[in-house]
């Protein structure tokens, strides 16, 4: 686990205003937001202010879905995440960030490839 990132819990909200960010970056004007942490999901689609450990994470991602046209959350199981889970692990195992890198290994484009079938 990185230092700055103190639980798995954090880690999902954290890859979701990462996404965000990027999206408004690339100029995208729609998005869906797909995760598969139901709890991260549900605190981005309430209205209230959350008072959790991620609540930072949590209102700085309402801040950003802020700046689209369209933003919505939506919880997907693990199991119709598989890229992205393995994405995260791979470079979790290898202490790369192949994201930055414009790279997918070679592991995760074998399965990108069997999704896309």
Do not use: W
Request: glycine content about 4%.
């Amino acid at each position: 686990m990185n230092v700055n990132i103190p639980s798995t819990f954090a880690a999902e909200a954290v890859a979701c205003f990462q996404a965000l960010k990027i999206d408004l970056h690339l100029g995208l004007r729609e998005v869906e937001v797909e995760g598969d942490s139901r709890s991260v999901i549900s605190k981005l689609q309430e209205k209230n202010e959350d008072r959790s450990e991620i609540a930072a994470f949590i209102n700085d991602s309402k801040n950003l879905s802020l700046g689209f046209r369209f933003c919505v959350f939506l919880f997907t199981n693990r199991e119709s995440n598989k890229v992205a889970h393995l994405i995260a692990s791979e470079g979790i195992k290898k202490r790369k960030t192949t994201y930055l890198l414009n790279l997918v290994l070679s592991s995760v484009a074998e399965v990108v490839a069997d999704d896309r079938k």
